[in-house]
């Protein structure tokens, strides 16, 4: 039996996007989250390559992708998103997000509602204001304030692993989740961190048309299903789905359900992503 090979590739410009793909079919984009980058989407690129054209991007300041200079705003993923769907000739596309990369979806969607197929928000918040004071705290104090007095993500790699996985996570997951860390650009990072403390995408929620799935840990601490359950209130006819066992990083911690969600919810809303007509 033959398999795909992965292929890397590049959006020209400022910065330079790198991306994963593989696979045939409607095309599927995957945004890892905040201590992450393209690799942590590798199991799922593969499930569903069969029937899906299926490409992971490094953000801006992550895994390949250039650094930047100056401040970050939000807005700029969404414009680095888009950039990479017409670098790919993306009409429209199912667009995957975990934590970070689900709220880089919900600020692409207001934007360019007309390029997404299908939604599907992965263990995230819509509004920092909705983590607890003592979550908000932490979000920073495991994060931001250990770096800034002189840590290194070696340093903080253990308590911040443990922050967010689940408690029947493996040391093989932990192991392959420290060594995406230990890959982060240290400025960019910070960066990102200070402008998620302001998100706020509660506004857009209820405008949301488009078919939506939400995926939370069983064991999530930093994004519990309680707010899953807030999100699916305010997303009219969105449908959402709590994988047993697992924390913050469902598709790491649990791929193999993680996929057959993610499969499940694409199989039936498969032909409504399309590349541009040449």
Same mark, same amino acid.
């Not at 793909?21 to 393209?38: Q, R, T």
């Given at each position: ?14 910065? #330079? ?8 079919? @409607?095309?599927? /984009? ?5 201590? $992450?980058? %393209? =690799? ?107 770096? #800034? ?8 790699? @253990?308590?911040? /692993? ?5 408690? $029947?996570? %493996? =040391? ?107």
């Amino acid at each position: 039996m033959a398999f795909d090979i992965i292929k890397q590739g590049f959006v020209s410009g400022k910065p #330079r996007i790198n991306f994963k793909e593989i696979g045939n079919g @409607p095309p599927v /984009i995957f945004l890892h989250g905040i201590g $992450g980058n %393209s =690799d942590n989407w590798v199991s799922q690129l593969n499930a569903i390559s069969n029937n899906f054209t299926s490409i992971a991007w490094d953000a801006r300041g992550y895994g390949e992708s250039d650094d930047y200079e100056g401040p970050l705003k939000f807005e700029d993923f969404s414009n680095d998103l888009a950039r990479l769907m017409d670098f790919k000739n993306i009409q429209k596309a199912h667009l995957v997000g975990l934590s970070m990369g689900a709220r880089i979806l919900m600020d692409f969607f207001p934007k360019h509602k007309d390029r997404v197929a299908s939604l599907v928000l992965c263990d995230c918040f819509f509004d920092y204001k909705v983590l607890s004071k003592d979550k908000q705290k932490e979000f920073i104090d495991l994060r931001q304030k250990p770096l #800034r007095d002189g840590k290194t993500l070696n340093d903080i790699a @253990p308590a911040l /692993i443990k922050s967010l996985v689940g408690p $029947g996570c %493996s =040391d093989e997951v932990k192991k392959t989740i420290k060594n995406s860390f230990l890959k982060i650009h240290i400025n960019s990072y910070l960066k990102t961190i200070a402008e998620s403390i302001t998100y706020d995408a509660s506004n857009y929620l209820s405008k949301f048309d488009v078919p939506t799935h939400l995926v939370y840990g069983e064991y999530d601490k930093l994004t519990p299903v309680e707010i899953g359950l807030m999100a699916k209130e305010r997303i009219k006819n969105s449908s959402m789905s709590i994988i047993k066992n697992a924390g913050h990083l469902s598709n790491i911690e649990q791929p193999d359900c993680f996929n057959n969600i993610l499969i499940k919810f694409l199989s039936h809303h498969k032909n409504r992503a399309n590349f541009k007509k040449v």
